[in-house]
């Protein structure tokens, strides 16, 4: 199998600086001019951070090519010569890998000034010469742009400049690590510019969701927060944890429920789109504000869960003290009214209330179109298939797997549960055809991975066909 080192960029920052770096490491490549999958590193440069302060350090030259183009030697002052007399790349990146040790798993931050740019080359290379990994990184360029937007650039040497860094040598790998390293340990313990930055970002509300807002946090007295994400869900949090998630939509606005909740409120439902189904995600659309008093014990409970759960570390609680979810909440509270409840909903249930036109809950029945307004069901009659399954229920899985068909589910997972269906009833024919069918399938949206799989099962069957078939005849 070809090695594979993962990559994940850290979006949690500026607010949780104090915890996320606490260790980390600060790296800087020179290259060769061309892309991370056709060029070189010329010049590897490292340096590992603990409470903010250099510990130890890693500068390298790497004879990785042969010929430099006169812009780079012109940029770096690296020659030709330099890179040729230099170790070779082999050894240069083990000891590089050696130096790195922890940060390759995961367990510290890789930081650099243009970290795409870095960790791309860092990527590329480590899978080259044979090595895995998974690394998290954190981009000192998008740092600074959020926390001194009124900079007009932010290339290294103009911050370093700016937050008074010394920085000898622009454009050595060594010296652009330590620097880029001094940026992040500089800007993580300077508070004010984490309260100017939530002060900058906090969210802009409309009234409809300010009114939904506060008829949750009307029912009890808890630490709010409040964020509207960039999809347009509104989600109340309490110390830092969510509690409640709408869409606002003109008149009308759903909650956001998971399916442990539709157990106990079987309500009409939709969704609105296939991320939020992967999450295990329903929206039950609500007509006045009025009717979340139905939902008033689940949401209380979810309040007090959230009140009960301790701030792990220092981290979370300082995201959570500055955080934009909390500021935001700070600065609607004075136009946040007591929305008033109904008393009588809460009391009612089991009896439809206006939105909630309750399903029938006959034992393994099947919710139709009209129960739900889109009727794009994903994973959830999937989901119920193979549950039935497992308790042997064979005959009402296949009637979920159809379902899901017919709902327009097309994954490997689903074609292999149809198959298995077809196994249990000694089928291999029908067996083999939704497998070939599944591959087909995976072939045409480009899932290679799942088409041979589907593909490998297929072809065993068939084989123990033939040398069935073959024993027969004998």
Same mark, same amino acid.
């Given at each position: ?36 999958? $056709?060029?070189?590193? +010329? ?35 690296? /020659? ?48 080259? @010469? ?12 998008? @740092?600074?742009?959020? @926390? ?8 290294? $040497? ?13 454009? #050595? ?5 330590? =620097?880029?390293? $001094? ?18 970002? %906090? ?8 009114? +939904? =807002? ?11 927060? +409040? ?8 989600? *109340? ?41 992967? &999450? ?47 500021? /935001? ?6 136009? +946040?009214?007591?929305? !008033? ?23 393994? #029945? ?27 229920? &064979? ?6 797997? #159809?379902?899901?068909?017919?709902? !327009? ?6 074609? %292999?549960?149809?198959?298995?269906? &077809? ?23 480009? @899932?290679?991975?799942? #088409?041979? *799989? ?21």
């Amino acid at each position: 199998m070809k090695p594979l080192v993962t990559r994940r960029i850290l979006k949690e920052y500026p607010l949780t600086l104090n915890k996320i770096a606490d260790r980390f490491v600060a790296i800087d490549f020179e290259t060769d001019g061309r892309d991370c999958e $056709n060029g070189r590193v +010329i010049e590897i440069g490292a340096c590992f951070f603990e409470n903010g302060q250099p510990v130890k350090t890693f500068s390298s030259l790497v004879h990785s090519v042969d010929y430099l183009p006169p812009f780079i030697t012109e940029l770096t002052g690296i /020659t030709i010569d330099m890179v040729r007399n230099a170790p070779a790349e082999p050894g240069v990146w083990k000891r590089f890998v050696e130096f790195l040790d922890g940060a390759l798993e995961g367990q510290e931050i890789i930081v650099a000034h243009n970290a795409a740019f870095d960790t791309s080359f860092l990527k590329a290379s480590l899978e080259r @010469l044979g090595y895995s990994g998974t690394i998290r990184y954190l981009d000192t360029v998008d @740092l600074s742009q959020k @926390l001194l937007p009124y900079m007009s650039g932010h290339a290294l $040497n103009k911050v370093c400049a700016e937050l008074q860094i010394e920085l000898e040598n622009h454009h #050595r790998a060594l010296d652009d690590a330590v =620097a880029c390293g $001094n940026i992040l340990a500089t800007l993580m313990n300077d508070e004010d510019s984490l309260k100017k930055h939530t002060k900058r970002a %906090v969210q802009k509300l409309s009234k409809q969701e300010i009114e +939904i =807002a506060s008829a949750i946090f009307s029912m009890q007295e808890a630490d709010w927060g +409040i964020l509207r994400h960039s999809n347009a869900v509104v989600t *109340l949090y309490v110390k830092g944890l969510p509690v409640f998630s709408f869409v606002a939509r003109s008149s009308k606005f759903y909650f956001l429920a998971d399916a442990d909740l539709l157990e106990h409120y079987p309500w009409a439902w939709t969704f609105a789109n296939q991320k939020e189904c992967e &999450y295990g995600l329903f929206r039950i659309p609500i007509d006045t504000i009025d009717q979340l008093g139905y939902f008033r014990p689940y949401v209380i409970k979810k309040i007090e869960q959230a009140m009960e759960t301790p701030f792990e570390d220092a981290g979370r609680h300082n995201e959570w003290k500055y955080g934009i979810a909390k500021q /935001t909440y700070k600065k609607i509270k004075p136009h +946040i009214h007591e929305v !008033g409840l109904s008393s009588t909903c809460s009391k009612r249930k089991g009896r439809s209330v206006g939105f909630a036109r309750q399903l029938a809950c006959e034992e393994n #029945r099947l919710f139709d179109r009209i129960d739900y307004e889109h009727g794009l069901v994903y994973k959830f009659y999937l989901t119920r298939a193979i549950d039935a399954r497992k308790q042997h229920q &064979y005959e009402l899985a296949h009637t979920f797997l #159809r379902q899901a068909y017919r709902n !327009g589910l097309r994954t490997a997972e689903m074609f %292999v549960e149809i198959a298995n269906f &077809y196994k249990h009833h000694h089928k291999p024919e029908k067996e083999v055809e939704w497998l070939l069918k599944g591959a087909q399938c995976m072939n045409a949206i480009n @899932l290679v991975k799942e #088409r041979q *799989l589907l593909l490998l099962r297929a072809a065993k069957l068939m084989d123990r066909q033939n040398s069935e078939n073959k024993s027969d005849r004998k």
